[in-house]
């Protein structure tokens, strides 16, 4: 089968097309013919080590130091099954299923072998391929810092970065969580958030939010650009910061935040199952969550689609379309 490789970290010319063997699964998994994938900020930066503030010799020993262990990435999926081990009961060949590897990724690929168990749920009927492979990354991503949160209904949420991919997906979960929602994003992208469930919108480029008195009870940071110096004082009593991309610095600070005051820092990485990506599907199937599809490209140009991502301009997800000459 085909899939690219990237043997060294670095640009998106160190993506290479390789022929690889085909998967064959085991007795608990599927085999499923991957039929469309993304490219995220989480390829990227585990790509090219760009990473936060204190956090890249920990990437170096965790990804591999010298050189990627898992030369294959991708978090995201959909596409069919093709084949079922002896003991799998959920799924059998032809279902059409999507799937989140998370760490494990893999899914720059015609195939991949997913644990029955794993982070893999039927495909919601009213959307595409496309669509599908774009729901788990930053849908559980979004859903899993709400939770942590706490998010209720009737609270002002604050979301910086609203039309990335991770944001997109915020917006619209807080609006299902009955929230009150404040955007932030570029000129270009605020008719898109008003879109989404946003009842307020802030360009970036015009205004700065921490400079204009409102305060949140909940402000999700996206993008890294709002650190606690910078949105403390934009917080509620009770208020949280939830950090998506948190510098070791920030990090650092979450004991001391718990022990001095009311407001709470919450990062680390991000945990979905396959029950996050049932919830998802069901609120895809409902018409209340769908993912924003900026760029398509063929899988022979994900290199392209790397640069785009890089530029970090892009608008909701990318996705990297495949095809099968069977």
Same mark, same amino acid.
């Given at each position: 089968?085909?899939? #690219? ?18 998967? %064959? ?12 994938? =993304? ?28 050189k990627p262990r898992k030369p294959i990435l991708g978090t995201e999926l959909a596409g069919v099954v093709e084949s079922v081990g002896k003991d799998v009961r959920q799924f059998k060949a032809g279902d059409s299923v999507f799937a989140f590897s998370d760490a494990t990724m893999g899914c720059h690929a015609e195939y991949k072998c997913m644990p029955? +168990? ?9 959307? %595409?391929? $496309? ?8 849908? %559980? ?11 209720? *209904? ?39 958030? *008003? ?6 919108? !802030? $360009?970036? =480029? ?15 940071? =996206? ?16 208020? *949280? ?18 022990? %001095? ?32 599809? +900026? ?6 140009? !994900? ?6 991502? $890089? ?7 990318? #996705?990297? =379309? ?5």
């Open positions: 089968m085909k899939a #690219i490789v990237y043997e060294k970290y670095g640009p998106p010319e160190v993506l290479q097309l390789k022929e690889i063997e085909k998967p %064959t699964p085991k007795d608990n998994e599927v085999l499923i013919k991957i039929h469309a994938t =993304t490219v995220t900020s989480g390829d990227w930066r585990m790509r090219s080590l760009n990473v936060p503030t204190g956090f890249r010799l920990i990437m170096r020993l965790v990804l591999g130091f010298s029955e +168990d794993g982070a893999m749920a039927f495909k919601p009927a009213n959307l %595409t391929y $496309d669509e599908a492979a774009a729901l788990s990354f930053g849908g %559980t991503t979004a859903l899993d810092f709400f939770r942590k949160g706490k998010l209720q *209904r009737g609270e002002k949420v604050l979301v910086n970065g609203a039309s990335g991919g991770v944001g997109t997906a915020a917006v619209q979960l807080a609006r299902h969580f009955g929230a009150e929602i404040t955007g932030v994003c570029s000129t270009a992208n605020m008719e898109l958030v *008003r879109s989404l469930g946003a009842h307020h919108v !802030i $360009d970036y =480029t015009k205004e700065d939010f921490t400079q204009k008195g409102a305060t949140y009870d909940v402000i999700i940071d =996206t993008v890294g650009t709002t650190p606690l110096s910078r949105s403390k004082a934009s917080l509620k009593d009770g208020g *949280r910061l939830l950090m998506i991309l948190a510098g070791l610095p920030d990090m650092l600070k979450i004991p001391w935040m718990s022990m %001095t005051g009311n407001k709470k820092i919450i990062a680390g990485p991000a945990t979905g199952g396959a029950e996050d990506l049932r919830f998802l599907a069901a609120l895809a199937e409902a018409g209340e969550f769908k993912p924003i599809i +900026d760029r398509r490209y063929p899988f022979e140009q !994900i290199a392209e689609a790397h640069r785009y991502v $890089d530029s970090g301009r892009k608008k909701g997800n990318v #996705i990297i =379309t495949l095809k099968h000459d069977n």
